[in-house]
């Protein structure tokens, strides 16, 4: 599932890739036909992320606004670029490789003060310098959401899905049904710098990696796929062995270990 660090990933990949050239664009699946005809031959200034959001502005003024869902990708082939696998939303591509788009919730053609609106509506992204991290605590220090819910809302805090959830939860001792306001300014302080630290690593990766290497024994490269989370999806905790239980809070499951997250 797509989190934010794989959408700042994908920015920065198809920046290095693929920015300040024209590009073709074709829609193999046909669905995005009339949006890859005007974008054929643009040329593509820059992609940033916001969250799980990727906005791809062209010179035209015309920006591509992609959500991948929980399905979604957005995967590259080099040259020669085979023919498209699958059902292909979009294409982009120039001589040296091909961004294949698939599966999208969103993938649509917008104005930049579109693009504004759908900004302004979201929360402080981590993984961007102009996070506002003020007036995120705010909305913490103001909620009795639970803070399970809080993490997960992308007005509050954005790019952080179902995964890093519950890591970061864990990795903060904070039980997940806590009320968002009871954090002290410590807890948020240790809730946000995990929150930067751990997509860091996960944009630098291209995946999920949340255990210390010291712990495991292993490089982040080298741990096995049961060693790279402390309680997501797991039966007993990474780090005490405690059972672990689930909650369903903000609409969806959040595994959190009742000895390392007490209430
Ligand atoms: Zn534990």
Known sequence: MPEGHTIHRLARQLNASLATKPVQASSPQGRFADGAERLDGLTLLGAEAWGKYLFCEFDSGDVLHVHLGLIGKFRSRKAPVPDPVGQV????????????LSGPTRCEIISPSEQEQISSRLGADPLRSDADV?????????????VGALVLDQSVIAGIGNVYR?????????????????????EFAL???????????????GRIVTTDPAEIGATRSRMKSEERLYAYHRDVCKRCGSGIEVLKIGGRPIWYCPSCQPS
């Not at 939303?89 to 294949?100: H, K, P």
């Not at 519950?166 to 410590?186: K, N, T, V």
């Not at 710098?193 to 751990?198: Q, W």
């Open 166 to 186: 519950a890591e970061l939860l864990f990795l903060c001792a904070i039980h997940p049904a806590r009320q968002a306001r009871s954090l002290s300014e410590d």
């Open 191 to 205: 809730l946000w710098s995990e929150t930067v630290r751990l997509l860091r690593i996960g944009e630098r990766m």
């Open 89 to 100: 939303r979009l294409r982009l591509q120039n001589e040296a490789i091909a961004w294949d």
């Open 134 to 146: 003020a007036a995120a605590q705010e909305k913490f220090s103001q909620s009795k959401r639970a």
